[in-house]
């Protein structure tokens, strides 16, 4: 357990620290910038991402006490308890991931009342942009799209717009809601969807999307770029 929490600290640190790095590249001949000494900043960095649990000013004392104390060898790792820490840690992303929830219900209350927009059981509320001609594919059809993923405070996580280039996929092998949504989708149509975390990516952290998030996708269905097949079972007289 503790192999585990050591190595994925140190691999929270260096992602973190290329992560700045590369986004910092372009501020190198920025003169106004303020300049810190490199050790307050590494301080900083390692905090990016733990800021948004939103610790006490109580819960902040005791981790710049912890941190203080293990760099001076006041205490060693045989103090620790491991299971403490994971409970602490899984509590705060339940309350951020509940929080995350409660906003996004929000957000999806008013995104309902815009014209044509249509909320289902699941929780699906989708909106059709453009009304296309084509087919309606079947949730095991292969499907190409182009679309935009974005969080409710507008901030995109990805597109395959930007990437220049549409995907491809299974339409049952992808997150719920894209799959009932594009079930219910004609070729050439574009969409905007919200998806409830629930039928999203749930409630734990996945890469850039943050546990209980509600997202939100333009997406415009292309094609439908292979059908599935499937077996036709005629009814006869030795089978009624």
């Not at 620290?17 to 590249?25: E, H, S, Y």
């Not at 929830?101 to 929000?106: L, R, T």
């Not at 491809?168 to 219910?184: D, G, H, R, Y």
């Not at 292979?226 to 079972?233: A, C, D, G, L, N």
Request: contains cysteine; charged residues 30%.
């Amino acid at each position: 357990m503790k192999k585990i929490i050591i190595v994925g600290l140190f691999c929270f640190l260096s992602g973190v620290l290329f992560t700045q790095t590369t986004q910092n590249k372009d501020d190198k001949n920025n003169s106004s910038k303020k300049v810190y000494p490199a050790s307050y900043m590494l301080g900083v960095v390692i905090t990016k991402n733990l800021s948004q649990y939103q610790f006490t000013k109580s819960e902040i004392d005791d981790i710049v006490k912890g941190f203080s104390d293990a760099m001076n060898k006041k205490i060693t790792t045989k103090d620790i308890d491991y299971q403490s820490i994971n409970t602490y840690v899984e509590e705060k992303k339940r309350m951020l991931a509940e929080k995350h929830k409660k906003e996004g219900n929000e957000y999806l209350t008013k995104f309902i009342k815009e014209e044509g927009a249509v909320k289902y059981d699941s929780g699906l509320v989708m909106k059709v942009i453009t009304e296309g001609k084509g087919d309606i594919p079947s949730s095991s059809d292969t499907v190409k799209v182009h679309y935009r993923g974005y969080f409710i405070d507008g901030k995109e996580f990805d597109s395959s717009y930007k990437r220049g280039q549409p995907v491809e996929f299974v339409l049952n092998q992808i997150i719920p809601c894209w799959t009932e949504a594009l079930s219910k989708t004609k070729v050439g149509s574009k969409i905007k969807i919200g998806c409830p975390s629930n039928i999203a990516y749930g409630d734990n952290d996945m890469g850039p999307i943050p546990g209980g998030s509600t997202l939100l996708f333009d997406i415009e269905l292309l094609d439908i770029s292979k059908k599935s097949t499937s077996i036709e079972v005629k009814e006869t007289k030795e089978n009624k």
